[in-house]
Structure formats: structure tokens, C-alpha cells
């Protein structure tokens, strides 16, 4: 059972009116206290993301995002959208498949990876560069680092191992000068694991958590996605990882991305 000072200890009253009596189940929980709810005993479920005051979660894009993107590929349907005193919230239809990380697919872990993979080249494939709203970039996220900088927000020790050597100003240096372009996608925003939905035959069928869609270097996703299958499957799978999306390695476009995504 949750602690009192866990965010899922207490379900939000907008939460518990949505569910309208279904059962409320807290089944993800991010670094700024964000808590995703599964609604209802079975399929087809229904999920309501709460972003307390303060999380700093900006749910409304979100939505604006799932809305965009659901043209194109298969995310969650967005079905209401709304905010209270405490918080903001946005509930969607739920897609059927598990996710990569799930009990069944860290147990057959070269399906999974090859899924993420595939499934992330396919949503760069579809997702159309010239029609996308929303940017990603480089340029706006150095932006973001500088500023949680200057307010003191650049904490090193919840920085990834590989970087907590660096000074936070040697850090942003290495930021300063972004890569040359490789290819301008649409990205996903969040490309770890756990964000691609596999189906029952083992292949992808669709993404969530796509709060910070927008256009960037492919890298920007395939530094971060590479990197986490390491982190949820243990060491030696990044390369399958590349070979399955079809691109070959760029330890310099990697490094790069990997510092960027801990420091914005």
C-alpha cells in the first residue's frame, strides 16, 4: 500500500469523478509527480493522467499533441480534457497491447527491443514534418537548460553516471554547438521503452505519453530510445536496437542528445 506521501496514496476527486465508481488503479508514476490511473476491471480500459499543482506537467499540450498525431498513427484517443484547483487532467481511451517493459515482454526482452525499434522508425516515418505545429528542437531545449541554470535547477547528482563528472557550465558548453542535422523527423518526445505498446504477435502497435512531440534531429529520439533499453533490459542491446529502427550508430549525435535530454 502506497505511503501517505506517495502521490498515489489519495486519488484526486477530479480522478475519482471521472471514474464514476469503475475502479481506480495508479499504474505509472513520473520523477515530477505526475500519476497515470487505469479506469475499470477489464479491457477496453479508459486512463486519466493527474498533474498536480506545481508538477510542472503542461497536460493541455498533450492533448493537443495525442489530437494532432492521431491522424497519422495509433496513440491514445483523447477524451476529455480538463483542470481543478489541485491540478490539471486529460483522460483517453486506452490501446489494446502491453507495454514494452511489461513482466511478459522483459522476458523475451530481443522481441521487445526489436518492437521499440521498428515502432520508432514507423512514427518518424509517418508523422508528417511539413504539417507538425510543434518543435522539439535543440535550440528551444538548450533554451530550457540555460534557464533551470539560472534558477538553480540543475541538479548533478540526478544526472545519468556518465555525466555527473562534468560541471554544470562544462556541461552546458558541450550543449552550446548542436550537431549538424541528420534528418528532421517528427519525434516522439519520451522514446524510452516504455512508451511503445506491443500486440500479442510481438510487434508494435502504437505509443503514449507523447506530451513533447514536435520536430528535432531523429537523434534527439533514437539517443534516448537507445539508451533505455539498456536501462530496462540490461547492457548489450543498443545496437539491435539501431539495426531494428535501420540506421547505424553516431556516437557523437548520441553523446549529445544524452546530455541534452538530462539537463532540459
Same mark, same amino acid.
Given at each position: 500500500?502506497?505511503? +501517505?506521501?506517495?502521490?498515489?496514496?489519495?486519488?484526486?476527486?477530479?480522478?475519482?469523478?471521472?471514474?464514476?465508481?469503475?475502479?481506480?488503479?495508479?499504474?505509472?508514476?513520473?520523477?515530477?509527480?505526475?500519476?497515470?490511473?487505469?479506469?475499470? +476491471?477489464?479491457?477496453?480500459?479508459?486512463?486519466?493522467?493527474?498533474?498536480?499543482?506545481?508538477?510542472?506537467?503542461?497536460?493541455?499540450?498533450?492533448?493537443?499533441?495525442?489530437? /494532432?498525431?492521431?491522424?497519422?498513427?495509433?496513440?491514445?484517443?483523447?477524451?476529455?480534457?480538463?483542470?481543478?484547483?489541485?491540478?490539471?487532467?486529460?483522460?483517453?481511451?486506452?490501446?489494446?497491447?502491453?507495454?514494452?517493459?511489461?513482466?511478459?515482454?522483459?522476458?523475451?526482452?530481443?522481441?521487445?527491443?526489436? =518492437?521499440?525499434?521498428?515502432?520508432?522508425?514507423?512514427?518518424? #516515418?509517418?508523422?508528417?514534418?511539413?504539417?507538425?505545429?510543434?518543435?522539439?528542437?535543440? +535550440?528551444?531545449?538548450?533554451?530550457? @537548460?540555460?534557464?533551470?541554470?539560472?534558477?538553480?535547477?540543475?541538479?548533478?547528482?540526478?544526472?545519468?553516471?556518465?555525466?555527473?563528472?562534468?560541471?554544470?557550465?562544462?556541461?552546458?558548453?558541450?550543449?552550446?554547438?548542436?550537431?549538424?542535422?541528420?534528418?528532421?523527423?517528427?519525434?516522439?518526445?519520451? @522514446?524510452?521503452?516504455?512508451?511503445?505498446?506491443?500486440?500479442?504477435?510481438?510487434?508494435?502497435?502504437?505509443?503514449?505519453?507523447?506530451?513533447?512531440?514536435?520536430?528535432?534531429?531523429? /537523434?534527439? #529520439?533514437?539517443?534516448?530510445? =537507445? /539508451?533505455?533499453?539498456?536501462?530496462?533490459?540490461?547492457?548489450?542491446?543498443?545496437?539491435?536496437?539501431?539495426? =531494428?529502427?535501420?540506421?547505424?550508430?553516431?556516437?557523437?549525435?548520441?553523446?549529445?542528445?544524452?546530455?541534452? /535530454? #538530462?539537463?532540459?
Amino acid at each position: 500500500m502506497p505511503h +501517505e506521501s506517495d502521490p498515489r496514496a489519495v486519488v484526486p476527486e477530479a480522478v475519482a469523478s471521472i471514474a464514476r465508481g469503475r475502479r481506480v488503479e495508479a499504474v505509472w508514476v513520473n520523477q515530477l509527480g505526475g500519476v497515470t490511473y487505469r479506469l475499470g +476491471e477489464q479491457a477496453p480500459h479508459e486512463f486519466v493522467k493527474w498533474a498536480p499543482v506545481g508538477s510542472g506537467l503542461d497536460l493541455r499540450a498533450e492533448a493537443a499533441r495525442l489530437e /494532432w498525431a492521431a491522424r497519422y498513427t495509433n496513440v491514445p484517443r483523447v477524451l476529455n480534457h480538463g483542470v481543478t484547483e489541485g491540478g490539471e487532467w486529460l483522460a483517453t481511451a486506452g490501446i489494446a497491447g502491453e507495454s514494452a517493459v511489461s513482466e511478459r515482454w522483459r522476458a523475451g526482452p530481443q522481441i521487445a527491443v526489436v =518492437s521499440v525499434g521498428a515502432g520508432l522508425r514507423a512514427l518518424h #516515418d509517418a508523422l508528417p514534418v511539413a504539417s507538425c505545429p510543434f518543435s522539439w528542437s535543440a +535550440e528551444r531545449r538548450v533554451d530550457i @537548460a540555460l534557464r533551470n541554470a539560472a534558477d538553480g535547477q540543475q541538479r548533478r547528482r540526478e544526472w545519468h553516471s556518465s555525466h555527473r563528472h562534468l560541471t554544470v557550465e562544462t556541461a552546458l558548453e558541450r550543449l552550446s554547438t548542436p550537431p549538424d542535422l541528420d534528418r528532421l523527423v517528427v519525434c516522439h518526445g519520451d @522514446a524510452c521503452a516504455p512508451n511503445t505498446l506491443i500486440g500479442s504477435d510481438g510487434s508494435w502497435i502504437g505509443h503514449v505519453d507523447l506530451g513533447t512531440l514536435g520536430l528535432a534531429d531523429r /537523434w534527439a #529520439d533514437l539517443a534516448v530510445a =537507445s /539508451w533505455s533499453v539498456e536501462w530496462n533490459f540490461g547492457p548489450g542491446w543498443e545496437q539491435l536496437l539501431l539495426d =531494428s529502427y535501420g540506421v547505424d550508430a553516431d556516437p557523437d549525435r548520441t553523446a549529445y542528445y544524452r546530455l541534452l /535530454w #538530462d539537463l532540459a
